[in-house]
């Protein structure tokens, strides 16, 4: 929705719940926000913590600087604006709208995949891989593997062991390992990525897609189509993090 030439006191749409923003670390103190179908007009957003997790919030970032009325008036007559659209779009759609933006992941089928998480150390790997560990660093070198630095740990490099799994297109991985490599980014990052929930993939995690996990969106692409888009969500990552 309009903004103030993307300043921080811009207006937000926010289709969540509050206890998701919190959990994603924003600071509920700093929005000023009403929930949508607005119980109170004059709602605040410190007590919107335990809302549904199908509200709806519409609001703007607090800023510290002192706002001239135009500026507030401008500002309020855009929240008007769009209070006004919303408020003539029928609840079902609302709600479709709602239900497609968040992620589809139940807790037990994310459990599938939840011993694929952990991390072995060099010499584990190659106890599995039935080879040196020498040879471990040689795949690692040649873009085959990759291992990660847990920051604050002691110790060298872990290996997410996800990649000792048969269902893993060992291709699909080697291209992933070749762009952030292009690009100067480090495979920490990457393990961070992969361990991290996406909305674009229904809340799965890229690491339980290359692992076989397929949300609707992507259930009816052929494998070139499913392997471009996945690859674009890479790209994206890539943009934001270098």
Same mark, same amino acid.
């Given at each position: 929705m309009p903004n103030s030439n993307a300043k921080n006191d811009q207006l937000l749409l926010v289709v969540a $719940? $509050?206890? #998701?923003? +919190? #959990? #994603? !670390? @924003?600071?509920? !103190?700093?929005?000023? #926000? +009403?929930? @949508?179908?607005?119980s109170s007009l004059a709602g605040d957003a410190t007590n919107l913590v335990n809302d549904s997790p199908s509200r709806i919030l519409i609001g703007r970032l607090r800023t510290a600087n002192e706002e001239s009325v135009d500026m507030v008036r401008s500002q309020l007559l855009q929240l008007s604006q769009a209070l006004e659209a919303i408020g003539q779009m029928p609840q079902e759609e609302i709600a479709l709208i709602v239900e497609q933006l968040q992620p589809a992941v139940e807790d037990r089928d994310r459990d599938?995949?939840?011993?694929?998480?952990? +991390?072995l150390t060099v010499e584990e790997m190659a106890e599995r891989m039935k080879c040196t560990p020498e040879m471990i660093r040689e795949e690692e070198c040649a873009g085959e593997i990759f291992a990660a630095r847990a920051p604050g740990r002691a110790g060298g490099p872990l290996y997410p062991k996800f990649q000792l799994n048969e269902c893993v297109a060992k291709s699909l991985l080697k291209q992933i390992l070749l762009d952030y490599r292009e690009a100067g980014v480090n495979t920490t990052l990457l393990w961070s990525f992969l361990r991290t929930p996406q909305n674009i993939f229904a809340g799965w995690t890229a690491m339980a897609m290359m692992l076989g996990a397929s949300p609707p969106a992507f259930a009816a692409l052929t494998p070139q189509e499913w392997r471009d888009a996945f690859l674009d969500v890479v790209a994206e990552e890539l943009s934001r993090v270098r």
């Open positions: $719940s $509050s206890a #998701a923003l +919190v #959990a #994603a !670390g @924003l600071d509920m !103190g700093l929005i000023d #926000a +009403v929930p @949508l179908p607005p599938r995949f939840k011993h694929e998480y952990g +991390v």
